[in-house]
């Protein structure tokens, strides 16, 4: 797994509730390697639309530092 821990890298949603009781969904990404994390948006409402867009932001800011994301195989 040390091997691999730079191109490893982990999303989730969080769910959190604001102090007038509104939930909000955030999506956060953490890079292994490095532990460094990201949160990529928030919204009270996450669409379909709204998720591929954060990952497509994830991927072009990877591509902003000189890393390329590939995908596994299905």
Same mark, same amino acid.
């Given at each position: 797994?040390?091997?691999?821990?730079?191109a490893?890298?982990? %999303?989730?949603?969080?769910?959190t509730?604001?102090?007038?009781?509104? @939930?909000?969904?955030? /999506?956060? #990404?953490?890079?292994?390697? &490095? @532990?460094? &994390?990201?949160?990529?948006?928030?919204?009270?409402?996450?669409? #379909? &639309?709204?998720?591929?867009?954060?990952?497509?932001?994830?991927?072009? +800011?990877?591509?902003?530092?000189? %890393?390329?994301? @590939? /995908?596994? +195989?299905?």
């Open positions: 797994m040390r091997a691999q821990a730079d490893l890298l982990a %999303c989730d949603f969080l769910e509730v604001t102090l007038s009781g509104a @939930r909000i969904y955030v /999506f956060a #990404a953490i890079e292994h390697g &490095s @532990r460094r &994390s990201r949160v990529m948006g928030a919204t009270a409402h996450p669409t #379909a &639309s709204w998720v591929v867009q954060a990952a497509k932001n994830l991927v072009l +800011d990877f591509e902003d530092v000189g %890393c390329r994301a @590939r /995908f596994p +195989d299905p």
